[in-house]
């Protein structure tokens, strides 16, 4: 069973930054394609940022540049380093992972509780 728990998440003023974190169950992190995804109030939710069994990164246009997906492994964590924050990242933000090599956001079938981020 997949268990994933994000933390980090806080409000930071335009132009922050923050580093969200996802501890998961043993194995998950190496094992599967991780990702982040994002939901801001009356929004669907939407991928940002993934990170393959190799370490391989991808990155949503809107995060390009500005955002960096990394890994431990031995640790089991995920982790999401967001610089120059703008009010459009406000959302609650999902740790996600898929069990097969997949670069379709629909594929991420183990989403965990959440945190919240706001800019403003």
């Keep these: 069973h997949v ?3 994000e933390s980090g998440g806080e409000s930071v ?3 922050g930054s923050l580093r969200l974190s996802c501890g998961a169950s043993p194995n998950t992190i190496s094992n599967y394609v991780m990702g982040w995804f994002r939901q801001a109030p009356e929004k669907e ?3 940002v940022a993934a990170i393959d069994s190799e370490g ?3 990155y949503e246009d809107s995060v390009q540049g500005r955002f960096k997906i990394s890994k431990d492994n031995a640790n089991s964590l995920l982790f999401l380093h967001m610089t120059n924050l703008k009010p459009e ?3 609650t933000y999902y740790c996600a992972a898929a ?3 997949t670069e379709e956001w629909d594929d991420f079938q183990y989403h965990g509780q959440g945190t919240q981020v706001t800019v403003s």
Excluded: Y
């Design 45 to 47: 939710r939407e991928g």
């Design 99 to 101: 069990a097969c090599e």
């Design 13 to 15: 003023q335009t132009g």
């Design 3 to 5: 268990q994933l728990v």
């Design 89 to 91: 990242d406000s959302a």
């Design 56 to 58: 391989d990164p991808h």
